[in-house]
């Protein structure tokens, strides 16, 4: 029900590893799943990290610019959807946490121009699906926020910026959440435990609030950011109990904005967003 994206700002803050944690951890309902799609102009961190390569560039985004053209976009997203659920630590892979990869070469974002709005949409229309209804992360990395792509922003229930409590992605950070804050509105921060600052000063310097808190675990981002072996008791560490917590914050977040704009969710007609999956 909840789509939900996440940006960054410059000094790689740490988007796609909290946005990977969110997708592990994530609390689902029964019957419930869960999409990360992977839109950052920079390219996947998803298909040569988590996935260490193992589908190489087969699916992925960047499979979506022809069928936009066609008008055949949301049967063709389907198709390239990565089942990660055995990631999370069980033993049977239910089918319940998918991603969409990036783009493997910054080059093929410009041909997917006319896909951000007929994506954004159908990001709004598969939360929408009762029973088969489908929440959604989306990776915007440090620009997808701005230009063609800032649809994906502007129609999420909850936007959140990837901030380290460090001088240097702080003072990053001010200018993007700024204009964010100004484009979008109701901007939250996703705070990276790595430096000095308390969350409040964090909040008191950005202007927005930090709704959520990570910790600083190079050990266990490794898993998600570069394929590492998961360490002993991955799924209970500190990174993954926080990231479980944070996932309920961001939903109730994105709840309580969608209830405000009640009508914009009134669902697509005639369940064009439906799929046989």
């Not at 190079?218 to 926080?242: C, H, I, W, Y």
Request: proline share 6%.
């Amino acid at each position: 029900m909840s789509v939900i994206a996440l940006a960054g700002c410059s000094g790689a803050p740490g988007v796609t590893t909290s946005a990977l944690a969110l997708l592990l951890s994530w609390p689902l309902q029964p019957g419930r799943k869960l999409v990360l799609a992977e839109c950052d102009p920079d390219g996947s961190g998803v298909l040569y990290g988590l996935l260490q390569g193992s589908v190489g560039d087969r699916y992925g985004l960047r499979n979506l610019s022809v069928a936009s053209r066609k008008g055949e976009l949301v049967e063709a997203f389907w198709r390239q959807l990565i089942d990660v659920s055995a990631e999370d630590g069980r033993q049977a892979s239910p089918r319940d946490r998918l991603v969409l990869p990036g783009v493997t070469d910054p080059a093929q974002w410009a041909g997917l121009g006319p896909a951000w709005e007929d994506l954004s949409k159908l990001f709004t229309g598969i939360g929408n699906q009762g029973a088969q209804a489908h929440d959604v992360l989306v990776d915007l990395g440090r620009s997808g926020a701005f230009g063609p792509s800032a649809a994906l922003a502007q129609r999420a229930d909850a936007l959140v910026v990837v901030v380290r409590n460090t001088m240097r992605s702080v003072q990053a950070a001010q200018m993007r959440v700024e204009a964010l804050e100004e484009k979008v509105g109701n901007i939250g921060v996703l705070m990276i435990d790595e430096g000095p600052y308390p969350a409040g000063e964090v909040q008191r310097l950005l202007r927005v609030p930090v709704v959520a808190t990570l910790p600083y675990a190079p050990r266990e981002a490794r898993v998600l950011s570069d394929g590492a072996e998961q360490p002993r008791n991955f799924t209970r560490s500190a990174l993954m109990k926080a990231a479980r917590s944070a996932s309920t914050v961001l939903e109730q977040r994105a709840a309580l904005r969608r209830a405000r704009l009640a009508p914009r969710y009134a669902g697509p007609p005639g369940g064009e967003m439906s799929h046989a999956g």
